[in-house]
């Protein structure tokens, strides 16, 4: 059974989590993080949102943002995490992220409190 569509919204921020396949520790070494910043960067300057805090575990990634337009939220991560898997030589995400080991949690804004 598929989930329920998420509901985004214009000025909220998102606290996001990605974590790898298998719950595997793959982001152990400094050179994953770079990568990490380094698409993060890309992807700052294709969607245009707002990153509000980053960070890195050993097994996961904890992202807090706010898109520009909130239909943009999963064009982001999608992008985010194949781009990281491209740099990385994979031939999937799923090499690196499991299918369903995304979390996705509003947080509202004060510009979400003025709308």
């Known amino acids: 059974m598929s989930r329920k569509p998420r509901n985004y919204q214009l000025g909220f921020c ?3 989590t990605t974590r790898c396949n ?3 520790f793959r982001l152990t ?5 770079e990568v990490f910043l380094y698409t993060i960067k890309k992807a700052q300057d294709k969607y245009r949102f707002k990153l509000y805090a ?4 050993s097994n996961h990634v904890h ?3 706010e898109p520009a337009q909130p ?3 999963p064009k982001i991560m999608h992008w985010l995490n194949w781009y990281i898997c491209v740099l990385f030589g994979c031939s999937t995400a799923l090499d690196i992220f499991g299918r369903s080991d995304i979390t996705v949690v509003a947080l509202l804004t ?5 709308h």
């Open 14 to 16: 998102y606290h996001i």
């Open 63 to 65: 992202y807090l943002l």
């Open 22 to 24: 298998n719950r595997e």
């Open 110 to 114: 004060q510009t979400a409190k003025e």
């Open 54 to 57: 980053l960070c890195f575990m």
């Open 71 to 73: 239909e943009d939220l």
């Open 29 to 33: 070494h400094v050179e994953c993080r």
